[in-house]
Structures are given as structure tokens and as C-alpha cells.
């Protein structure tokens, strides 16, 4: 009898939905480290989860309702998004000074992810805002 794993499907996706509470964030690092540890993507994992847990700090702070994190395999790429239903595009902060309690998150998602973005879905349906990684160009950054 053959024991051997079936092949990892070559695209895949997870959505985690959660609610608007600050254990959230917590909660999507777990599961976006889980999700790419078990797909065999360790190079990635630091990197998803500080860019996944900053969209959805900012979710939970300036979003009103809940919020869903997706993560999406294709092409040879990992795409991150949060969707929430505030209807207010991120706008990263020009330089926050030492002493700003917030204004960092965008810069570090610019930094860190290849590349990233937001779309409006319509004022009553929130908007995404989303992050792509490639394996090769992996900023290991600690979560």
C-alpha cells in the first residue's frame, strides 16, 4: 500500500473571517503561520505574518465592523489581503515623528512586500487591502 502524500495542489486559498476584537490580529498571525508552514513556504511565514497583522491592526482600529483575511497561492506568489467593511482607503503616513503612537504599519508593508495595494468595494461593502510576496525576494523580517 502506498503511504505517500498526495502532491500539494499548485494554487490554493484559505479565508479566515474574524470578528471586530482585538484578539483578531493574534489570531490571523496563528493561522497565516500555520497555513504556510503546512504548504511548505517558511520563507515566507515572517514576512505574511507581520504584513498580514498590521492590515488587520489597522482593520481593527479604524474599521467599524468585522473582517476577513485571505490568503491566496498562484503564479509562484503569495497574496495577503484584509478585507473590513470601513470604507476608507489606508493612506500611509509621510515619516511619523518618534513619539506618534501609529502611522508605521503602511511604511512597513511598503517596505516589506513586493507589492501591495487597496481597492473600494462601495461605500455599504468596505474596501481590501492586499499584499503579494515571491518566495525568492522574502524580507525575513521577525513577527
Known amino acids: 500500500m ?40 517558511p520563507e515566507l511565514v515572517d514576512t505574511a505574518v507581520l504584513l498580514t497583522s498590521e492590515l488587520l491592526s489597522n482593520s481593527c482600529r479604524y474599521a467599524p465592523g468585522p473582517a ?9 506568489r503569495l497574496r495577503g489581503s484584509v478585507w473590513d467593511t470601513g470604507p476608507h482607503l489606508p493612506r500611509p503616513e509621510a515619516c511619523p515623528g518618534p513619539d506618534a503612537d501609529g502611522g508605521r504599519g503602511l511604511a512597513l508593508v511598503d517596505l516589506c512586500a513586493d507589492a501591495w495595494g487597496s481597492f473600494a468595494l462601495g461605500v455599504a461593502l468596505g474596501k481590501v487591502v492586499w499584499f503579494e510576496l515571491l518566495p525568492d525576494a522574502a524580507v525575513g523580517v521577525a513577527a
Open 2 to 41: 502506498d503511504q505517500r502524500l498526495p502532491e500539494p495542489p499548485s494554487e490554493w486559498e484559505y479565508t479566515l473571517h474574524v470578528p471586530h476584537d482585538p484578539l483578531a490580529p493574534s489570531i490571523a498571525r496563528a493561522t497565516v503561520r500555520l497555513v504556510l508552514d503546512r504548504h511548505g513556504l
Open 68 to 76: 476577513s483575511v485571505r490568503l491566496r497561492w498562484a503564479d509562484k
